[in-house]
């Protein structure tokens, strides 16, 4: 096993393992550092972001059809219920293919995944702190950053992962919460209707600091109140009218615009105040 490559990437997320993929690809000695544990490259997006978010919206979408007004308008009754640990096992088990895939992808480019924290101590050489406690010093002639984004914390609120849950917490619930309050409106914080699963969610979000951005950004005047929309029409028509008059701009009619509208798309009923 050799301490010297021509490339270190530290952080196994979408940006690192690629990174370190495509230096094996062209030939260069490689190795991958991440701190999260064997079987677990893929940084926040595979394990506890995009890919286990999107395993449940997708589980919880089915039930939304199954349970509301879509399949009886169809003819079709059923009587369908939520079994939470069976979802979450599911989750669980699309993360757990694709982190292996990234590990495949690294053993087929010649690519060394190291489990540690890495420390840049000097110009060409990192630290890397192992699991037992025991240090490898690597060197090599480039090194790339890519260690991502962690969960910002909120001056006097404590997250406990139990009554308050960051993003990584709330892909672990036991149970559906009755009611939900988001503060936040990043991708991983939507759902696709404020009654999915039988809980209410209350998203107070940062409607305001996303409409500053948004106006100072493309010049449009919107006023201060979220409304519902209808994301996936207003994705392929380029723009849409919310319910508070605010025109919404579309870039392109992709899933990643249809998943940008869903962040103002949230108005809590007077009921749940």
Known sequence: MSDSFDVIVIGGGPAGYPAAIRAGQLGMTAACVDKRGPGQFGGTCLNIGCIPS????????????AAGEKFAKLGIKAQVSVDLPAMMAHKTKVVGELTKGVEFLFKKNKVEGIVGEARIVSPGQVAVKLPDGSTRTLTAKNIVIATGSDVMPLPGVTVDEETIVSSTGALSLKSVPKRLLVVGGDRHSRAPDDDLLGGRLLDRGVWGEVQEQREQRD???????????????????????????CRIPCQAPDSTSWMNLRMIAWKPSASSM
Request: proline letters at 3%; aromatic letters at 6%.
């Open 54 to 65: 999107k395993a449940l919206l997708y589980a919880s979408e089915l039930y939304d059809e």
């Open 219 to 245: 010049g449009h005047a919107a006023r201060s109140q979220p409304g519902r929309i209808g994301h996936r029409r207003a994705a392929r028509q380029g723009a849409h009218e919310c319910a508070a008059g």
